[in-house]
């Protein structure tokens, strides 16, 4: 049962990311993944210290708040300030997650909170905490707040996939017909935020990260329609996931590391096969 | 100008960061007319469209169309983005591009009807890409990408049409396709206010025109704009040069195709 916990888990955080990842690449922002699950250490710490609890809810609202409030700094720097975006990203969360840093190592001695953690995850122990379905199955218990997020950004996609589409694949248009533009951008900056936050606590921020930006690469090489473009993310998510656990438990070394291998390898592999495709229909054409 | 203005841009002035796009422009453009919008590089053309599209906001001055806020009168224009903007290796079709100008009527929540499929097959047919509904927009050349973001504007059914650069890097069979398809829009009824860089077929393509180097060198009937003053004013000692220099920028604009 302990593979299918963890593997389970793992692929919930994959779905999340790939949904959300899929948007960020084509609007060439994955990044702004990156400083938001960097970003949200402050908002859990303080959420903890001021709940003093290491329970879910508040420290879930005061991640959110602070990733929302990286994407603000990063809008506010690259609009006012006039600062590239990436240099407006790094300066934004490095900022905030040196903060938290300090704070955790402050005042965080007996808390429940380390640095290895944030940056890792733990999702080899998910299997620790399990909370009872029906009879004697029983899930962890961070997958359980994982699949409520999913349910939410599936739910939340359908709805606003032609607003998210529209604006990612050209935003000048889409401000010319009254559509707005501002609005889709925080609307998908909140599921960020949320999926990162809900993420990191298992699988760590380097993992996020890997999610986000990997499988909807992948599936960018693979397909020609974004819709499937979705989907196909989601399936090598949960892919790697599987095959980045069962490696990891025959080498005896982290899964998140493993998985994120698993991750480039594939792109990797994918890349170069596509390439021999694509150039052996060219020859063809030609 | 006896009737009633369609569009209206009153002491606009437009800062990207210190330095003004636009410096305090003020005009009038009239009805069911083909209006070129003209000047040199950096002149301002598109952050012009761009401003009186509300993509970018002023710095100061106001815009009106059809005498109103754009907003109350946003479902009768049509805006054509420069094709260069957007990425083209984005993994869609040629139908959910065009689909794009029926989302506006329809709502971002409603599915399109029978009859905006009627509408986008039709506008698909209009530019000659109806056989390339289904193909990913990354394998189309440049001039048919340009003739699916025409297809999108037409879609949208609107009277008033801003477009950016509809000429830049496309073949000779788009642009003929194109001017055809401008004077069956014109006669019937609709006005088109184009962003152009080539003098050579200024003349033959515009009854009006709006010369731009950040300020307004002039606007008005073509045939009375159209003066050797006028043009150098508006393009500087570069005119002594100008078939080279437009020949270059003919060069500048190709499309840099990746593979």
Known sequence: MNDFYIIFTASLVAINCALMGSFLVMRKMVMIGDAISHAVLPGIFIAYYLSGSTASLPILIGAALSGILATLMIEWF??????????????????????????????????????????????????????????????????????????????????????????????????????????????????????????????????VIAFLSGPPAIAYLLTEDFKKMLVVACAIGIFCSAAGYYIAKWLD????????????LVFIIVFV????????ADVISA | MSKSPIIEVHNLTVLYGRKPALWNID???????????????????STLLKSIMGVVSPTSGFTKVYDQELDDVRYKVSYVPQRQDIDWDFPASVWEIVAMGRYQKRGLFKKLTSEDKDIITDSLEKVNMLGFAKRQISQLSGGQQQRVFLARAIAQQGDLFLMDEPFAGVDIATEEMIIAL?????????????????????QSYFDHLVLLNTRLIASGPTNEVFTDKILTDTYGGRLTTISKISQELENKEFPIRHK
């Open chain 2, 27 to 45: 005009f009038e453009l009239p009805e069911k007319k083909v209006i070129g919008i003209m000047g040199p590089n950096g002149s301002g053309k």
């Open chain 2, 182 to 202: 401008l004077k069956d829009m014109k006669d019937a009824g609709k006005t088109l206010v184009i962003v152009h860089h080539d003098l050579h077929t200024a």
């Open chain 1, 78 to 207: 690259t609009k006012k300030a006039r600062l590239q975006s990436d240099a407006a990203i790094g300066i934004s969360y490095t900022l905030l997650f040196a903060i938290g840093i300090i704070l955790i190592s402050k005042f965080g001695a007996n808390a429940d909170l380390d640095q290895q953690c944030v940056l890792y995850g733990e999702i080899e122990y998910v299997s620790l905490w399990l909370q009872p379905i029906i009879g004697s199955f029983s899930l962890p218990k961070q997958s359980i707040t994982l699949l409520i997020v999913c349910i939410i950004l599936i739910g939340a996609v359908v709805w606003g996939y032609k607003g998210l589409f529209i604006t990612t694949f050209d935003p000048n248009f889409a401000l010319s017909t009254g559509v707005a533009v501002t609005f889709w951008h925080y609307f998908l900056m909140s599921g960020v935020s949320l999926t990162t936050v809900v993420s990191f606590e298992s699988v760590g921020a380097i993992l």
């Open chain 1, 253 to 264: 070394v982290s899964v998140a590391g493993a998985i994120s291998s698993v991750i480039g």
């Open chain 1, 273 to 280: 096969l596509t390439s021999v495709v694509k150039s052996k």
